[in-house]
């Protein structure tokens, strides 16, 4: 499946209020043409399941939350997948989905790693679940049964040649006051008040 | 008694989630949070990942605390940076002072070398905490400063506060 193509089943899957938690490169300009208004864009690779599961976490579990994480991402933040297993029962809200294209594909298309890698059994080793998909019609039965409890994605995917195009114009302090504003229509609750005196 | 009447300053600010990578100085209190059920209390295995869950729960007007040792800025200083300087993702710690002016162990005394500049590099604005009775007021100013959303904000734990909770 290419990215495109998983974006595309995503749209048409998940709830229209679902809250986006998005790492950077491919993955983020794909999200950006789609759920721009309801994503934080997160240039911090390491970072997108731990700040998605404070997300998920603090908008209470009826309001479903994806993270859109890379494999170079993932294989960065490790050492959260401990605290994230044993957090699983409050986390059923969330999904999160690993691109897999073996490759830093922003950095020039190396390989992120030149092991084999299960991760399947990855996850099994902290007791948690990974489904790993690289057929369209598999991804659509996996993000059919989101959201029932905590899951992690693994989407193979094969993007082919060329360059990214960077078409998002948004920066890291733009994305958090627009993910910000998403949150309190969410929530319906003010969350930034950032004087209190006029 | 000590860890109690912290866990009552806590409360009284709105602090909901602590999620914490305990140490030698900080464990006693974050022994007794783990067992309360008036908060919710996460441990992690790395300084970035509590930062991370912290921010996010921030970023939902959740209050949270991160605890964890001065070291933990070391650690978790590419993701601070990366909140701090790039997105303006926020949050609030409580940081043991290991390496403080009387300290006897070796390894303790890089942690303080570094802990200044981090702080400052990272425009994390912080405040010193020296006994349980100032507590109270300088969590009240910690969530009141984050509120503005200009900053990370710490709460550095001195060893005499340290001496205080372990009462």
Same mark, same amino acid.
């Given at each position: 499946?290419?990215?495109?193509e998983?974006? +595309?089943?995503?749209?048409?899957t998940?709830p ?6 998005c790492?950077?490169? @491919?993955?983020?300009? /794909?999200a950006? =043409?789609r759920?721009?208004?309801?994503t934080?864009f997160?240039?911090?690779?390491g970072?997108?399941?731990? %700040?998605?599961?404070?997300? =998920?976490?603090?908008?209470?579990e009826?309001h479903?939350?994806?993270? %859109? ?6 294989l960065?933040?490790?050492? =959260?997948?401990p605290?994230? =297993?044993?957090?699983? +029962? ?15 594909e922003s950095?020039g298309?190396?390989p ?22 690289d ?8 993000l059919?049964?989101?959201f029932? *409890?905590?899951a992690i %994605?693994?989407?193979?995917? @094969?993007?082919?040649?060329g360059?990214? *195009?960077?078409n *998002?114009t948004?920066?890291?302090? /733009?994305?958090?006051?627009?993910f910000?504003?998403?949150?309190e @229509?969410?929530l319906? *609750?003010?969350?930034? @008040?950032?004087a209190?005196?006029s | 008694?000590?860890?109690a ?11 909901e ?5 305990p140490? $030698? ?10 067992? $309360?059920?008036?908060v919710?209390y ?7 990942t509590a930062?991370g869950?912290?921010a ?6 959740v209050? $949270?605390?991160v605890?964890?040792? #001065?070291?933990?800025l070391?650690?978790a200083c ?5 909140? #701090?300087?790039?997105h ?5 710690f ?10 006897? #162990? ?6 303080h070398?570094t802990m ?7 425009r ?7 006994s349980l ?5 300088r969590?009240?100013?910690a ?25």
């Open positions: 499946v290419t990215t495109e998983f974006f +595309d089943i995503l749209g048409r998940v229209t209020d679902t809250t986006f938690v790492s950077l490169g @491919r993955t983020s300009e /794909e950006f =043409a759920f721009r208004g309801r934080l997160l240039d911090s690779m970072d997108v399941m731990p %700040l998605a599961c404070g997300v =998920a976490l603090g908008v209470s009826s479903p939350v994806v993270a %859109l994480d890379t494999d170079g991402g993932q960065m933040g490790l050492a =959260a997948l605290t994230v =297993a044993q957090m699983v +029962d409050r986390l059923s809200n969330l999904l999160v989905v690993v691109f897999d294209n073996g490759i830093y950095a298309g190396l992120s790693r030149s092991c084999t890698l299960d991760w399947t059994r990855l996850g099994e080793a902290f007791g948690l679940s990974v489904c790993v998909v057929l369209p019609d598999d991804c659509a039965v996996a059919a049964s989101a029932h *409890k905590f %994605l693994v989407v193979s995917t @094969r993007n082919g040649p360059v990214v *195009k960077t *998002k948004q920066d890291g302090i /733009e994305s958090r006051y627009v910000v504003r998403h949150l @229509r969410l319906g *609750k003010t969350i930034l @008040r950032p209190t005196k | 008694v000590s860890c009447i912290a866990l009552d300053a806590l409360l009284r600010a709105g602090v989630t602590v999620v914490a990578l140490d $030698s100085k900080l464990s006693p209190l974050c022994a007794h949070l783990m067992q $309360s059920d008036q919710t996460i441990q992690a295995t790395h300084e970035a930062v869950i912290a996010g729960l921030t970023l939902c007007g209050k $949270s605390l605890v964890m040792e #001065n070291s933990g070391r650690t590419e993701t601070l940076a990366r909140f #701090n300087l790039s303006g993702l926020y949050c609030c409580l940081i043991s002072h290991r390496g403080a002016f009387g300290e006897r #162990n070796w390894w303790g005394f890089g942690h070398e200044f500049p981090i702080l400052r590099m990272l994390i604005r912080w405040s010193h905490v020296r009775a100032e507590l109270p007021s969590i009240g100013d969530y009141e400063m984050l509120a503005a959303g200009q900053c990370s904000v710490a709460l550095i734990a001195e060893s005499s506060l340290i001496e205080d909770l372990r009462r």
